[in-house]
C-alpha cells in the first residue's frame, strides 16, 4: 500500500511539472526582448510596461474646445494645433475678466467713500410699519448729474428719504453708496446709489428672502442701455435708449447739447407708449406732446396732443379726448 501511495505522489508532482511548464513560457533573453521593442507601436510599448491584466483604457474624454481624444495620436494632434490657438482665445478672455474686476473694483466700499467719495451712514426707523433704512449720503455736496429728472434726497430735518428733482442741498443730502431696506427682520431691498442715482445690481425679496426682481444700472440708466455723445465727449449725452434685459423697455432721453432735455416718452418692448414730450432748449419749456398707444397692445396711431411756441403760448391743441 504505501508503494502504491508513493507512485501516487510521484506521477501528481511530474503532471503538475508539465502543467507548470505550459503555462509559464520560458523567458527571453535580453537581446529578444530589444528586438521586439523596436518592432513596436508607441501604444504596444506603453501597454507592455503595463502591470499583468492592466491594459490601455478604451474611454475618451473631452478637451477644452470639445475636441474628443480617444487615442494617443489625438493627443498629439490636440497638444499640435489646438492648444496653441486655444491659449489665445484664454488670454482674451482673461483680458475681458480682468476688465470687469477692474470696474466692480471701482464700486468697492470702505464705509467711508464709494467711488472715491466721501459719505457719511444714515438710519431710518418706523416702528408704526416695522420699516428700517440704512443708507449712506454725500459727506459734502456735490450737484448731481444734469442728465436725470429725479434724484433721492434725505431730508436730514424731517427725516425722510424722497424721489424728487431738486431739494436744498444746505437741509438734505443726496443718496451715496449702499443701502439697505427690512420690513421687521427682512431685508426687502438692497442696491446702491451714486449722486442720488441708482447704480450698480439692486435686487428685491419678498418676506421669505425669496429673489423677486433684479436689476442693473450705471450711475441712473439701465446698464444696457444705448448711449450715444456729441463728439468724443462721453460726457456730453445725446441720446439713451434704455435696454432691459435685451429689449428697449423704460424710459428714453434726448438731449440738446448743453445738457437740457429735448425730448423723453417711455417704451415698452420696442414700442413707444404713453405720452411723449418735447422740450425747447432749455429743458423747462414744452414744445410739443405726443400721444401714443396706451400699452404695447393698443394699436391706436399717435397723434399730437398740443404745442407751444418758445413763449409758452399754445399754437395747437387737439381737442380729442386724451388717455
Not at 421687521?184 to 438692497?190: C, Q, S, T
Not at 436689476?215 to 435708449?241: A, K, L, M
Request: proline share 4%; with cysteine.
Amino acid at each position: 500500500m504505501g508503494m502504491r501511495i508513493s507512485v501516487i505522489i510521484a506521477f501528481i508532482f511530474f503532471c503538475l511539472q508539465v502543467t507548470a511548464q505550459d503555462v509559464v513560457p520560458k523567458a527571453k533573453t535580453k537581446e529578444q526582448r530589444k528586438a521586439e521593442r523596436k518592432k513596436m507601436t508607441l501604444e504596444q510599448k506603453i501597454e507592455n510596461t503595463l502591470p499583468v491584466d492592466v491594459s490601455l483604457p478604451s474611454a475618451s474624454l473631452n478637451a477644452p474646445g470639445s475636441q474628443k481624444i480617444s487615442s494617443l495620436e489625438d493627443a498629439r494632434k490636440y497638444v499640435n494645433e489646438t492648444v496653441p490657438n486655444y491659449g489665445k482665445s484664454v488670454k482674451e478672455r482673461t483680458r475681458k475678466t480682468a476688465k470687469i474686476l477692474k470696474k466692480q473694483e471701482s464700486r468697492l466700499f470702505d464705509g467711508k467713500n464709494y467711488k472715491g467719495i466721501a459719505v457719511e451712514k444714515r438710519i431710518l426707523k418706523r416702528r408704526s410699519s416695522l420699516l428700517y433704512q440704512e443708507f449712506y449720503v454725500l459727506k459734502e455736496h456735490r450737484d448731481p448729474p444734469p442728465y436725470h429728472r429725479t434724484f433721492t434726497w434725505f431730508d436730514e430735518k424731517n427725516k425722510r428719504v424722497s424721489e424728487v428733482l431738486a431739494r436744498d442741498p444746505k437741509t438734505n443730502s443726496l443718496l451715496h453708496g449702499p443701502y439697505r431696506e427690512y420690513r421687521g427682520d427682512n431685508l426687502v431691498k438692497e442696491g446702491y446709489y451714486y449722486m442720488g442715482l441708482k447704480d450698480g445690481r439692486w435686487l428685491q425679496y419678498d418676506k421669505d428672502f425669496i429673489l423677486l426682481d433684479k436689476e442693473n444700472y450705471h450711475e441712473g440708466f439701465y446698464d444696457e442701455s444705448r448711449i450715444s455723445y456729441y463728439g468724443g465727449d462721453s460726457t456730453r449725452i445725446r441720446e439713451v435708449v434704455p435696454v432691459r434685459f435685451g429689449k428697449i423697455n423704460g424710459t428714453y432721453y434726448r438731449f440738446y447739447e448743453n445738457g437740457t432735455l429735448a425730448e423723453e416718452g417711455r417704451y415698452d418692448d420696442g414700442k413707444k407708449i404713453g405720452k411723449w414730450v418735447e422740450y425747447y432748449e432749455g429743458g423747462n419749456r414744452r414744445k410739443r406732446e405726443i400721444q401714443h398707444p396706451v400699452n404695447y397692445f393698443d394699436e391706436t396711431e399717435p397723434y399730437t396732443v398740443i404745442e407751444y411756441d418758445d413763449k409758452g403760448k399754445v399754437t395747437f391743441e387737439n381737442k380729442k379726448q386724451t388717455r
